[in-house]
T-cell receptor, first 111, second 113 residues
Framework: GQQLNQSPQSMFIQEGEDVSMNCTSS?????WLWYKQDPGEGPVLLIA?????ELTSNGRLTAQFGITRKDSFLNISASIPSDVGIYFC???????????FGTGTRLKVLA | DTEVTQTPKHLVMGMTNKKSLKCEQH?????MYWYKQKAKKPPELMFV???????INESVPSRFSPECPNSSLLNLHLHALQPEDSALYLC????????????FGNGTRLTVT
């Protein structure tokens, strides 16, 4: 099925560093979601975005809905070991229940 | 703790078996979803129920049969599966209306032998 491109695919960072990742699509979306998934568990919703240009924070996490509506960005500030996991973006167009998921960014934090 | 509960957590079945996966939510959500996730891959949509009616079937083989007995429950009936069907099966729910965020359960890890 269709997938969104996420980058980077994986990254190692030092504890305390800031992290940036993005998600791009060839289609316009009306909703962007960001999830974190730990091994053996389901994805957990981090941030939901509904409007082009919107910037939303959740603790150390900040996400933005790109103004072209074809991309979204997630930043994590001052990373800690428990930030380790896989981060997925997901996008949906108006009038559909069909969310398309990104390919994922695997984050590893070095203490 | 997730508000979407899936059982069983793990399931091993032979190719001739019939089994069912169960999902329950009590958030009053009116849309429920089944996703399939292979290792190191994103979740892939299988089915969507909206107001207890099948809304989306992503061309899933008939050996997977969904059922939505009521607004809180979602089942996935499995029959004559293949080893390549081994995966994490995730249930999700969302409020009525498109664009509402998905809330996932912790999944059922299915192994087909």
């Amino acid at each position: 099925g269709q997938q969104l491109n996420q980058s980077p695919q994986s990254m190692f960072i030092q504890e305390g560093e800031d992290v940036s990742m993005n998600c791009t699509s060839s289609s316009i979306f009306n909703t962007w979601l960001w999830y974190k998934q730990d091994p053996g568990e389901g994805p957990v919703l981090l941030i939901a975005l509904y409007k082009a240009g919107e910037l939303t924070s959740n603790g150390r996490l900040t996400a933005q809905f790109g103004i072209t509506r074809k991309d979204s960005f997630l930043n994590i500030s001052a990373s800690i070991p428990s930030d380790v996991g896989i981060y997925f973006c997901a996008g949906a167009t108006s009038g559909t229940y069909k969310y398309i998921f990104g390919t994922g960014t695997r984050l590893k934090v070095l203490a | 703790d997730t508000e979407v509960t899936q059982t069983p957590k793990h399931l091993v079945m032979g190719m001739t078996n019939k089994k069912s996966l169960k999902c329950e939510q009590h958030m009053g959500h009116r849309a429920m979803y089944w996703y399939k996730q292979k290792a190191k891959k994103p979740p892939e949509l299988m089915f969507v129920y909206s107001y207890e009616k099948l809304s989306i079937n992503e061309s899933v083989p008939s050996r997977f049969s969904p059922e939505c007995p009521n607004s809180s429950l979602l089942n996935l009936h499995l029959h004559a599966l293949q080893p390549e069907d081994s995966a994490l099966y995730l249930c999700a729910s969302s409020q009525e209306g498109t664009g509402s965020p998905l809330h996932f359960g912790n999944g059922t890890r299915l192994t087909v032998t």
